[in-house]
């Protein structure tokens, strides 16, 4: 996988870089043969137009009749060149006055310039430019003169051209190579990185060390770093549940197995009923217990984002709570008031878990209140709260932030317990970005405030 991954980078990163190489590479080469091309031919017309105005510099007009007397040396001499044949002809009205009388008057690609105007033509087999300027004498006569050449120094001299534009070839193979080259080295290191960091995550959760990262990979190893600190915490989470679950249910099984013995050795049937009472109770206790380990085992902030938040009337939801336990309210003797404002209060979060959390509170408050005693459930609503207020023991000021943690309880409680109902409401109010904190109840006690943002 990481080889393909590897591949699909180094391809990715070849093509947006050659690409665009390739394409100025051939842009600049097509332009720069077409500008060379244009100017040889510019060239090359500019001299073959001076020689025809040369020539019809030697153009004479006696009334109207064009004449021209041009010696046989100066003949040859025009007519001379090294690499090409020159054809001239100088005609009036279809009158030859000099040279070749078949020299074309038209043709194809023509070019017009001050002097006169270029063509390619055709001439006794052979491809030919003409340059043709034309003459007057001011009162109307007028004479043409046709310059013809072959066009074997114009094809030579494209070819020195293009034998020029050769180094520029040459160039985009070695800057080809130089991005091959630098795309390889760059990827080398991811490579290396990845590697490293393959083999390390195998092997270990610990952060891994990015002193040798790129800067631009800096991103991908914090998120990695990240990602292991939350794998790390979950881990974490589920051994430390594990070693409470245990710890929490060695004593009860323990106590069920000896209260069995106990009833199958009782001597009547009276002494068997009071052992099969302390194991309902004990039975009672330990399902409390596997309630609130289940609760705790669900409880974790990584699902935050999979929980479906809606508006909740927080009244409603007290009084639907209270009213399942008014049961053991009533049975320790103790009163449990529930103060509604007349609107309701309404906040953002999960109505199952917010019940779980205040169960939690009133469990624990009517466990640790002594008979007699009261619990009030109040209400605020900037920003939206809840409190659970006690007439019970209290928890010192020092112990506050403590019996938050698992299997922690404070030391001023006594009876039954877990330590484990502050460590459910705390993680609840961690999901839902609230705020749980202890204060001292105007009842003597403790008061829980569960309070969320606006």
Same mark, same amino acid.
């Given at each position: 996988m990481k080889a393909a991954g590897s591949r699909w980078l180094l391809r990715e990163l070849l093509l947006r870089l050659m690409v665009p190489l390739l394409v100025i590479v051939?842009?600049?080469?097509?332009?720069?043969? $077409?500008t060379s091309h244009r100017l040889t031919e510019k060239v090359f017309d500019r001299w =073959?137009?001076?020689?025809?105005? !040369?020539?019809?510099?030697?153009? %004479?007009?006696?009334?109207?009749n064009a004449l021209i007397d041009l010696p046989w040396v100066a003949q040859t001499m025009l007519g001379y060149d090294?690499?090409?044949?020159?054809?001239?002809?100088?005609?009036?009205?279809?009158?030859?006055?000099?040279?070749?009388?078949?020299?074309?008057?038209?043709?194809? @690609?023509? /070019?017009?310039?001050?002097?006169? @105007?270029?063509?390619?033509a055709w001439h006794e087999g052979q491809p030919v430019r003409v340059a043709e300027v034309v003459v007057d004498d001011g009162n109307g006569a007028q004479a043409t003169v046709l310059m013809a050449e072959t066009k074997l120094k114009r094809l030579r001299a494209q070819r020195e051209i293009f034998t020029m534009l050769l180094p520029l070839g040459l160039l985009l193979i070695a800057a080809a190579a130089a991005i091959g080259w630098a795309v390889w080295r760059t990827i080398r290191p991811l490579e290396a990185v990845a590697t490293h960091w393959n083999a390390q995550s195998h092997t270990s959760l610990h952060p891994i060390g990015a002193d040798d990262v790129p800067r631009e990979l800096m991103p991908f190893a914090t998120a990695l770093n990240e990602l292991l600190a939350r794998i790390r915490a979950m881990l974490a989470r589920e051994r430390q549940f594990v070693a409470t679950v245990a710890h929490q249910l060695r004593t009860p099984l323990a106590g069920i197995r000896l209260g069995l013995a106990r009833a199958a050795e009782a001597p009547?049937?009276?002494?068997? @009923?009071?052992?099969?009472?302390?194991?309902?109770? /004990?039975?009672? %206790? /330990?399902?409390?217990?596997?309630?609130?380990l289940l609760a705790l085992g669900r409880l974790d902030p990584e699902?935050? #984002?999979?929980? *479906?938040?809606? !508006?909740?009337?927080?009244?409603?939801?007290?009084?639907?709570?209270?009213?399942? $336990?008014?049961?053991?309210?009533? *049975? @320790?003797?103790?009163?449990?008031?529930?103060?509604?404002?007349?609107?309701?209060?309404?906040?953002?979060?999960?109505?199952?878990l917010l019940s779980e959390a205040l169960g939690n509170l009133l469990d624990n408050a009517l466990r640790y209140t002594p008979r007699g005693g009261r619990v009030v459930m109040e209400f605020e609503t900037n920003p939206p709260s809840i409190r659970v207020s006690d007439s019970g023991p209290g928890v010192p000021d020092e112990e506050r932030e403590a019996v938050f943690e698992?299997?922690?309880?404070?030391?001023? /409680?006594?009876?039954?317990?877990?330590?484990? #109902?502050?460590?459910?409401? %705390?993680?609840?109010?961690?999901?839902?970005?609230? *705020?749980?904190?202890?204060?001292? !109840?105007?009842?003597?006690?403790?008061?829980?405030? =569960?309070?969320?943002?606006?």
């Open positions: 051939a842009a600049s080469g097509a332009l720069g043969t $077409y =073959l137009l001076d020689a025809a105005r !040369s020539l019809a510099h030697e153009v %004479r007009f006696v009334e109207g090294e690499i090409d044949q020159v054809y001239y002809s100088v005609q009036q009205e279809g009158r030859q006055l000099l040279g070749r009388t078949d020299l074309p008057h038209r043709g194809t @690609r023509e /070019t017009r310039y001050r002097a006169g @105007r270029a063509f390619d009547d049937l009276v002494s068997a @009923r009071r052992v099969l009472d302390e194991l309902d109770h /004990t039975a009672q %206790r /330990t399902s409390r217990l596997l309630q609130q699902v935050r #984002g999979d929980i *479906d938040f809606v !508006s909740v009337d927080l009244v409603a939801l007290a009084h639907d709570v209270g009213s399942a $336990y008014m049961e053991l309210a009533l *049975d @320790r003797q103790i009163d449990l008031e529930l103060k509604a404002p007349e609107q309701p209060v309404m906040a953002v979060g999960q109505s199952d698992r299997l922690v309880r404070g030391s001023k /409680t006594t009876g039954e317990g877990s330590g484990l #109902g502050l460590a459910i409401v %705390r993680d609840i109010a961690i999901i839902h970005d609230a *705020d749980v904190r202890l204060e001292a !109840s105007a009842l003597g006690g403790t008061s829980v405030v =569960l309070r969320f943002k606006q």
